[in-house]
């Protein structure tokens, strides 16, 4: 079983930065993607960056010049810097990460989410 931690979120200022951070976490062989998703109050769950294992990046247009994916490929971890922040970036940060276990079985693990709040 796989499970996805986020950490990071928070109460930022227009303008400001926040980094979010999430863990893969259990019997894990490989990671091929992972993904940065949010979710603001009354809309549609939004893709807002992706890394693939190849290391090619991909941003929403959205956040384009302002947000930065990273990975950790050791610790199984990705990181999301987030500057110039608006208050349109408000909204529920999720992390999914797409591989395969030990088992070699498919694994598409979700985290529950970390509120990032801008606001002045």
């Known amino acids: 079983q796989v499970q996805v931690v986020e950490s990071g979120g928070g109460l930022a200022q227009p303008g400001g930065s926040l980094t979010l951070s999430c863990e893969a976490i259990?019997?894990?062989?490989?990671?091929?993607?992972m993904r940065w998703y949010r979710q603001a109050p009354g809309k549609e769950r939004e893709l807002v960056a992706v890394?693939?294992?190849?290391?090619?990046?991909d941003y929403a247009d959205s956040v384009k010049g302002r947000f930065t994916i990273s990975r950790d490929n050791a610790m199984n971890m990705v990181y999301l810097q987030m500057n110039s922040l608006k208050p349109d970036d408000t909204a529920v940060y999720y992390c999914?990460?797409?591989?395969?276990?030990?088992?070699?079985?498919?694994?598409?693990?979700w985290g529950q989410g970390t509120q990032v709040t801008v606001s002045a």
């Open positions: 890394s693939t294992s190849g290391g090619s990046t």
């Open positions: 259990g019997s894990i062989f490989v990671i091929n993607g």
């Open positions: 999914n990460a797409l591989g395969y276990s030990t088992n070699y079985e498919v694994f598409d693990a």
